[in-house]
């Protein structure tokens, strides 16, 4: 990743942490990582567990943020997840995956869609 994708990256995470706060959820862990990767947000939505991925973007060219979530990205998460749990010590309890991607319009202007349960996990 380049200098300025990664500034991106801290800028739209950051984007999306105020956002969450915002709309009531508390912000557990930013940046969580482990041997099998690294987690943007983990946040707690009342009693559930969230695990966020944040997509940014300034150009549409290689498609939506969204599109950046592939299977393989959901298939990790899901570890991830499974690590963070064990790691906490949190049993069991209401997991769900959310993305929130983030479009840059200009400068000082971006869209935010926030896609709960963006995707189920398959046992």
Request: hydrophobic share 40%; charged share 25%; aromatic share 4%.
């Amino acid at each position: 990743m380049t200098e300025k994708t990664t500034e991106l990256g801290v800028k739209g995470e950051a984007a999306a942490v105020q956002y969450l706060q915002r709309i009531g959820m508390t912000i557990a862990e930013q940046n969580w990582r482990c041997a099998t990767g690294e987690v943007d947000i983990i946040a707690l939505d009342g009693t559930d567990l969230v695990f966020v991925e944040v997509k940014t973007r300034r150009t549409s060219s290689a498609g939506t943020p969204e599109d950046a979530v592939s299977r393989t990205k959901q298939k990790r998460l899901v570890r991830l997840a499974r690590a963070y749990m064990a790691h906490a010590g949190v049993g069991p309890s209401t997991v769900r995956f959310d993305v929130i991607a983030i479009r840059v319009l200009s400068e000082d202007r971006a869209l935010l869609r926030h896609h709960r349960a963006a995707f189920l996990v398959e046992s």
